[in-house]
């Protein structure tokens, strides 16, 4: 059979282990209820999870563990992404996500946000900003990490303040066809090998983890403004 979000919500509150199923959902909550959830995404390869809606990655009681890596599934969401998303009190819980190989692909229409709210914040692999509509922005709703970061043309990625977006991935993690608004935000890369630095415009742009001996080349003219 066929399983139709329409305009509701659909939770996954189950303990343990749980496979998301690969569908098209409207607003997507993971809440496990009691002992911490283990949500795996997909159950085959090549599989694509759609949320039209909000996907909220929730932190109450234990938290969640996101396996992406074991179907490495694409993931697109078109409204808000959060997580380690509250409905209640989390304390310090947290969410932790194993990243895969499959892109994040946000797609907004308007503006919309990405927000981790974990003190840990979870590398969620490589991310897509496209296929939006209506002047399409992501902004920022606190610090972030990626892999890698794609800014398709006509579409905007804003720090929204003093963020941190960290990217971990080597070669070439942060691509800017689009418009890159650095707010009073900074970028941070930490690619452990040979990585290019995007040449767009940043606030405070850090280079090279702790103890890296990683070459970072300039692939453009890049700007940092608080200097």
């Known amino acids: 059979g066929a399983f139709d979000g329409g305009t509701g919500t659909a939770k996954y509150t189950r303990d343990g282990v749980t496979n998301i199923a690969a569908a ?28 039209n809606g909000n996907l909220d990655i929730g932190r109450d009681v234990n938290g969640v563990a996101i396996d992406a ?19 209640a009190s989390c304390g310090a819980n947290q969410v932790t996500i194993t990243k895969g190989t499959g892109t994040w692909t946000l797609s907004p229409t308007g503006t919309k946000t990405w927000t981790d709210n974990n003190s840990t914040k979870q590398d969620i692999g490589i991310v897509s900003i496209s296929a939006g509509a209506s002047t399409p922005q992501i902004s920022l709703g606190s610090s972030v990490k990626a892999q ?58 850090n280079v090279g983890g702790s103890g890296t001996t990683a070459t970072y080349t300039a692939a453009g003219n890049a700007t940092v403004s608080n200097v």
């Open 69 to 87: 890596d074991t179907y490495d599934p694409a993931v697109t969401v078109k409204g808000n992404l959060t997580v380690g998303y509250c409905s």
């Open 148 to 205: 890698s970061v794609t800014i398709a043309v006509s579409h905007i990625l804003s720090a929204n303040g003093a963020n941190t977006m960290t990217l971990t991935g080597t070669g070439t993690p942060f691509t800017v066809t689009g418009t890159f608004t650095p707010s009073t935000g900074t970028v941070t890369y930490e690619g452990t090998s040979a990585t290019n630095v995007a040449g767009t415009t940043y606030y405070n742009l």
């Open 24 to 51: 098209t959902y409207n607003n997507l909550q993971f809440l496990p209820g009691g002992a911490t959830g283990n949500y795996i995404l997909g159950n085959n390869s090549s599989q694509t999870i759609t949320v």
